[in-house]
């Protein structure tokens, strides 16, 4: 890194007054849901309704392993559905399944399971947050800066997400007739790098889509729990 950029970096991270800098980060609700699965309609009307709550981001991901069952899910990626397995090495079951919702990467909970899943919300919104400063510098990259790093390290993820409401027609499958909504649906999901604990500067990929909004997420390894995130 040459020593202006060097220079603008650190600056940048010592802003504390930038709103982005100030304002706490969201509790990231992760709905794994499939336009195939008959329980996860009920699930993701739920989990779209979180989005009014302050503080709380809720984002759905489509995963690919029911496409056999007849419907080929419009939404789903290979890598979201890596995702979710990473997150049921960690948190259990060790059997992926739809609908999973994934709260703050620290509890897992069925979709189907309201109850549990608000309560699960409303902690997360409580608890008490140290996480590292994060800023969006206007040269395209995100700065994270200096902080303890949990055990086994940490990645930074950028996920960008629709947050449109979306309807998509069911023409085949156990969901045949239906109209499936949904809220925030993620398109693009990539792993930026590793976070050390120290600050350090990633560059954004070029959007996919037009419209989409960006959130960058600081997590332990391996679908550890979420440390930071920021939406530029």
């Known amino acids: 890194m040459r020593k202006a950029a060097f220079s603008f970096f650190v600056l940048a991270l010592a802003a504390l007054s930038s709103p982005a800098a100030a304002a706490k980060p969201p509790v990231i609700v992760e709905l794994f849901t499939a336009q195939g699965c008959s329980p996860c309609i009920k699930a993701n009307a739920h989990v779209a309704g979180l989005a009014e709550r302050e503080r709380v981001l809720p984002l759905t991901f489509s995963v690919d392993y029911w496409d056999y069952l007849g419907w080929t899910d419009t939404f789903a990626r290979p890598e979201f559905t890596d995702r ?60 994270v800066g200096s902080g303890p790093r949990p055990r086994g390290g940490a990645e930074v993820w950028l996920i960008r997400y629709d947050p449109r ?33 120290r600050p350090t ?30 939406k530029p």
Do not use: C, S
């Not at 997150?87 to 109850?115: F, I, M, N, S």
């Not at 990633?202 to 729990?225: S, Y």
């Open 84 to 143: 979710q397995k990473a997150y049921a090495r960690r948190l259990g079951p060790r059997e992926v399944y739809t609908p999973q919702v994934v709260v703050d990467g620290r509890h897992q909970v069925a979709g189907g399971k309201t109850d549990q899943l608000d309560k699960l919300v409303t902690e997360a919104v409580r608890a008490p947050r140290d996480p590292p400063d994060m800023l969006y510098m206007e040269n395209g990259k995100i700065a």
């Open 165 to 197: 409401p979306v309807e998509i027609e069911v023409k085949k499958g156990d969901n045949k007739g239906e109209t499936i909504r949904a809220r925030n649906v993620v398109r693009q999901l990539v792993r930026l790098g590793r976070w050390r604990g």
């Open 201 to 230: 500067a990633f560059r954004l990929p070029a959007t996919e889509e037009e419209g989409l909004e960006t959130l960058v997420v600081v997590q332990g390894t391996g679908g550890g729990r979420v440390i930071a995130a920021l």
